[in-house]
């Protein structure tokens, strides 16, 4: 089972619960951003994901934070972690930016406990993959919360994402379709607006 998912960072750590809780990401859940499907443009109900350019696509690439930034690109990157089991580590990341929103102390102890529990307590329902360490602190932090709490594994995890999902983001079909797609859209719309002139072969009077 493990050489199958060689890929994944950390499978093989905990191969029997790691399958158990990857699988549990096959089942629908209402805050799940996008449907897991390859045709990102058509996600959008409001159809702000038709009138991607191509331009907007393409800027992507250049790094992970333009890339998540957008609100379409946030959507078609979660879209392709789901693919590849990893749907947690942008939804940790997500709740961290959330989570510096709270104000009151009431709310950060609250949220704090709510994510340390979800993402990153061992064999939580969406552990995220952590050093000892860096888990350790981060049970510390949330004794006394602060908005800074989750900083050192929020940055870990977005390290992870940057260096190896992105990557394999910027190559896999989902994105190049994407790409393409809005190239050609792009193409035809130029062809579309160029001025009409006169043909070169009539004779003028």
Same mark, same amino acid.
């Given at each position: 089972m493990c050489? =199958?998912?060689a890929a994944l960072p950390a499978t093989c750590l905990r191969s029997a619960k790691d399958m158990k809780h990857r699988l549990g990401f096959l089942l629908p859940k209402p805050e799940t951003l996008c449907d897991h499907s390859s045709a990102p443009i058509k996600k959008n109900k409001t159809g702000a994901a038709q009138r991607l350019s191509y331009d907007e696509v393409k800027k992507w690439s250049e790094s992970l934070q333009q890339l998540i930034s957008h609100?379409? =690109?946030l959507v078609t990157f979660t879209e392709f972690l789901q693919s590849e089991y990893s749907e947690e580590n942008?939804?940790?990341w997500l709740a961290c930016e959330e989570y510096r929103k709270h104000k009151s102390p009431a709310k950060?102890?609250?949220s704090a406990k709510k994510i340390y529990d979800e993402y990153i307590a061992v064999e939580a329902p969406r552990e995220v993959n952590l050093e000892s360490q860096i888990r350790e602190k981060t049970r510390k932090n949330i004794l006394e919360p602060t908005s800074s709490c989750f900083d050192e594994a929020q940055s870990k995890?977005?390290?992870l994402m940057e260096k190896d999902s992105y990557p394999r983001f910027l190559k896999s079909k989902i994105y190049l379709e994407l790409l393409n797609q809005t190239r050609a859209r792009s193409q035809q719309k130029g062809k579309t607006q160029m001025p009409l002139t006169s043909d070169p072969q009539r004779p003028h009077a």
């Amino acid at each position: 089972m493990c050489k =199958g998912l060689a890929a994944l960072p950390a499978t093989c750590l905990r191969s029997a619960k790691d399958m158990k809780h990857r699988l549990g990401f096959l089942l629908p859940k209402p805050e799940t951003l996008c449907d897991h499907s390859s045709a990102p443009i058509k996600k959008n109900k409001t159809g702000a994901a038709q009138r991607l350019s191509y331009d907007e696509v393409k800027k992507w690439s250049e790094s992970l934070q333009q890339l998540i930034s957008h609100k379409n =690109g946030l959507v078609t990157f979660t879209e392709f972690l789901q693919s590849e089991y990893s749907e947690e580590n942008i939804k940790f990341w997500l709740a961290c930016e959330e989570y510096r929103k709270h104000k009151s102390p009431a709310k950060l102890a609250a949220s704090a406990k709510k994510i340390y529990d979800e993402y990153i307590a061992v064999e939580a329902p969406r552990e995220v993959n952590l050093e000892s360490q860096i888990r350790e602190k981060t049970r510390k932090n949330i004794l006394e919360p602060t908005s800074s709490c989750f900083d050192e594994a929020q940055s870990k995890i977005y390290t992870l994402m940057e260096k190896d999902s992105y990557p394999r983001f910027l190559k896999s079909k989902i994105y190049l379709e994407l790409l393409n797609q809005t190239r050609a859209r792009s193409q035809q719309k130029g062809k579309t607006q160029m001025p009409l002139t006169s043909d070169p072969q009539r004779p003028h009077a």
